[in-house]
C-alpha cells in the first residue's frame, strides 16, 4: 500500500513539471507569436504607408504590392498581383545572374496606369529575401510634379535668355538709330559745307570754317551723350545720387516733365553692381514714363535705411492695369524684375487707371543681408 502510494505521489509531481512545463513552453511561444506579430504590423504599416510605389517580383511576376502603387496606378491589388512588371513600367527587369545583390539600381523610365496613360517615374530595384528566396524588390516614383517643376525652369530659363538677346538686340538697334540719325546726318552735313569751300571766297570760306566748328562741337557733345547713356562717367566714381539726380535733371528738360529727385542716407557700401542695375532700373522707369504714361511730373526718391536701399519712382500719369496677366509692349518690366532678383532684391509696381504708377525697389546694401523669414 506504501508503494502505491508513492508511486501515485510520483506519477502527480510528473504530471505537474510536465504541465508547469508546458505552460512555460506556452508562454514563451505566445510571447514569441506576439513580437512576430508585432513585428509584422509594423512592417505592414511602413509598407503601405510610403508614398512611394512598392513590388516584390520575381523575374517580373509580381508577388506582393503596396497601397501606395495601387494610388499611382488606378489598379488594385488584386489587379497588379495578376500582372506582369513591364506591364506598370517600361524597362526590362534586370535578372537574377547579371545583378549584384549588394547594389541598388536605379533609373528613369516610363509607368503606365490602368487606362494606359503614361507618367515619368525613378525606378530603383535590389534583391532581398522573400520566403527563402531572392526576389526584386522595385521601388516606383512618380516623378510627374517633379518633371513638371524642372520644365517650368527650362521654360523659365528659355524666356531669360531669350529676353536677354531680344534685349542685347533693341539696344544694338537704339545705338545704330543714334549713330545714323544723329552722328550720320551731323558728318554728312559737315562733309557738304566742306565740298561748299572748294570754289568760295576767302570770306565764304571762313564763315564756313566757323559753321563747321560749332558743327562739330554738336557733333562732340553728340558723342559724349551716346557714350554717357552706355556708361555714365560719374558710375565709374560710384556716386549713385549724384548720376540719378543728373539722369533726373536730363530727362526733365528733354521731355518737358517735372521729374524731382530726393536722396537719404549713406550710400558708399553698394558695390559696383548694385549700382549699376538700380541706374539702368531708373532710366527704364523714366524712359516708360516719358513714352507711355502721359505724366506731368515724377519723383524719384532713394532712401537707405536698417541696412537697405529703397528706390522709389513714381508719376502721375494715366497708369495701367498691372496683374498677374499684363503683358507689356517691350522687356522692360520683365529685366528690371530679373535684375532685382539678381540683387537679392524686392520688386513691386503698382499702378491703376488715371492714378500714376509707384515702382518700388528694395535691395540689400550689402551682400551678406538677408531678408527675415
Known amino acids: 500500500m506504501f508503494l502505491l502510494n508513492s508511486a501515485l505521489i510520483l506519477i502527480i509531481l510528473v504530471l505537474i513539471f510536465v504541465v508547469y512545463k508546458s505552460f512555460n513552453i506556452s508562454k514563451k511561444y505566445k510571447k514569441k507569436i506576439e513580437e512576430l506579430e508585432e513585428h509584422n504590423e509594423k512592417l505592414n504599416y511602413f509598407y503601405n504607408a510610403a508614398i512611394d510605389g512598392i513590388l516584390l517580383h520575381d523575374e517580373g511576376k509580381i508577388l506582393l504590392v503596396n497601397h501606395a502603387l495601387t494610388d499611382i496606378t488606378n489598379y488594385s491589388s488584386d489587379e497588379l498581383i495578376k500582372l506582369n512588371v513591364a506591364s506598370i513600367i517600361s524597362a526590362k527587369p534586370i535578372k537574377k545572374e547579371e545583378k549584384n545583390p549588394d547594389k541598388i539600381y536605379s533609373y528613369e523610365t516610363i509607368a503606365f496606369r490602368k487606362d494606359n496613360t503614361s507618367f515619368p517615374v525613378e525606378v530603383q530595384e535590389k534583391f532581398v529575401e522573400y520566403k527563402a528566396r531572392k526576389v526584386n524588390t522595385t521601388v516606383i516614383r512618380d516623378l510627374t510634379k517633379h518633371k513638371e517643376v524642372e520644365n517650368a525652369l527650362k521654360e523659365e530659363r528659355i524666356k531669360r535668355l531669350s529676353n536677354l538677346f531680344d534685349g542685347q538686340e533693341i539696344e544694338r538697334q537704339r545705338?545704330?538709330?543714334?549713330?545714323?540719325?544723329?552722328?550720320?546726318?551731323?558728318?554728312?552735313?559737315?562733309?557738304?559745307?566742306?565740298?561748299?569751300?572748294?570754289?568760295?571766297?576767302?570770306?565764304?570760306?571762313?564763315?564756313?570754317?566757323?559753321?563747321?566748328?560749332?558743327?562739330?562741337?554738336?557733333?562732340?557733345?553728340?558723342?559724349?551723350?551716346?557714350?554717357?547713356?552706355?556708361?555714365?562717367?560719374?558710375?565709374?566714381?560710384?556716386?549713385?545720387?549724384?548720376?540719378?539726380?543728373?539722369?533726373?535733371?536730363?530727362?526733365?528738360?528733354?521731355?518737358?516733365?517735372?521729374?524731382?529727385?530726393?536722396?537719404?542716407?549713406?550710400?558708399?557700401?553698394?558695390?559696383?553692381?548694385?549700382?549699376?542695375?538700380?541706374?539702368?532700373?531708373?532710366?527704364?522707369?523714366?524712359?516708360?514714363?516719358?513714352?507711355?504714361?502721359?505724366?506731368?511730373?515724377?519723383?524719384?526718391?532713394?532712401?537707405?535705411?536698417?541696412?537697405?536701399?529703397?528706390?522709389?519712382?513714381?508719376?502721375?500719369?494715366?497708369?495701367?492695369?498691372?496683374?498677374?496677366?499684363?503683358?507689356?509692349?517691350?522687356?522692360?518690366?520683365?529685366?528690371?524684375?530679373?535684375?532685382?532678383?539678381?540683387?537679392?532684391?524686392?520688386?513691386?509696381?503698382?499702378?491703376?487707371?488715371?492714378?500714376?504708377?509707384?515702382?518700388?525697389?528694395?535691395?540689400?546694401?550689402?551682400?551678406?543681408?538677408?531678408?527675415?523669414?
Open 175 to 373: 545705338l545704330s538709330r543714334d549713330l545714323h540719325d544723329g552722328l550720320g546726318q551731323q558728318l554728312i552735313a559737315l562733309k557738304l559745307k566742306l565740298e561748299s569751300t572748294v570754289n568760295a571766297s576767302f570770306e565764304r570760306t571762313i564763315n564756313t570754317i566757323n559753321e563747321v566748328k560749332t558743327l562739330f562741337d554738336g557733333l562732340i557733345n553728340e558723342i559724349r551723350q551716346i557714350s554717357s547713356d552706355l556708361m555714365p562717367p560719374v558710375l565709374k566714381d560710384f556716386e549713385l545720387e549724384v548720376v540719378l539726380k543728373n539722369l533726373c535733371e536730363n530727362i526733365s528738360k528733354g521731355a518737358k516733365i517735372n521729374i524731382s529727385f530726393e536722396s537719404n542716407g549713406n550710400f558708399s557700401l553698394l558695390d559696383k553692381k548694385s549700382k549699376i542695375y538700380l541706374y539702368r532700373i531708373s532710366q527704364e522707369a523714366m524712359s516708360n514714363i516719358v513714352k507711355y504714361s502721359q505724366a506731368t511730373s515724377a519723383s524719384v526718391y532713394l532712401l537707405e535705411s536698417n541696412e537697405f536701399i529703397q528706390l522709389i519712382i513714381e508719376d502721375n500719369g494715366k497708369g495701367f492695369k498691372f496683374d498677374e496677366n499684363f503683358k507689356s509692349r517691350g522687356n522692360g518690366i520683365f529685366n528690371m524684375r530679373e535684375r532685382i532678383n539678381l540683387l537679392n532684391g524686392k520688386f513691386n509696381l503698382t499702378s491703376s487707371i488715371n492714378k500714376g504708377t509707384i515702382l518700388t525697389i528694395k535691395i540689400p546694401l550689402t551682400t551678406d543681408k538677408v531678408w527675415k523669414q
